[in-house]
């Protein structure tokens, strides 16, 4: 029995569009060397100081396994730091001076994918 339900079904379908609309947005932030995942993280950690990953995730709906994956490139590249202590068996981190400037490089980058759009 063949059932070709994809073609139609609207999960699939926002999925594939989400992708479309993100490789976009990563080809524009590609010349600082940021993704646009890692660049809604890191300007969520400019927002505030002290801030969990765990409740950033939750507030740009991105699961638990990417945000750790994009806190360790974060971090690695040196544009979060860790703050302690460590409140409620959350860690918490703040942005650098070098995540300022990655930011500040980015967002007319950002703005020009917005404009592709």
């Keep these: 029995m063949k ?3 994809n073609d139609y079904c609207k999960c699939v379908n926002a999925r594939k569009e989400y992708f479309r ?5 990563d080809s524009f932030l590609k ?6 995942s890692q660049l809604s993280l890191l300007v969520e950690f400019g927002n505030k100081d002290n801030n969990s990953f765990i ?6 709906g991105v699961d638990r396994t990417t945000v750790v994956r994009n806190v360790k490139t974060l971090l ?3 544009w979060i730091e860790k703050v302690s202590p460590v409140k409620h ?6 942005l650098t001076d070098s995540g300022c400037r990655v930011i500040e490089k ?3 980058l950002w703005e020009d994918a917005q404009g592709a759009l």
């Design 3 to 5: 059932i070709d339900i």
């Design 21 to 25: 609309i993100k490789r976009i947005y």
């Design 31 to 36: 010349e600082a060397g940021i993704t646009s």
């Design 55 to 60: 409740k950033i995730g939750d507030k740009l």
């Design 76 to 78: 690695k590249n040196g």
């Design 89 to 94: 068996g959350n860690l918490y981190y703040k």
């Design 106 to 108: 980015s967002l007319p």
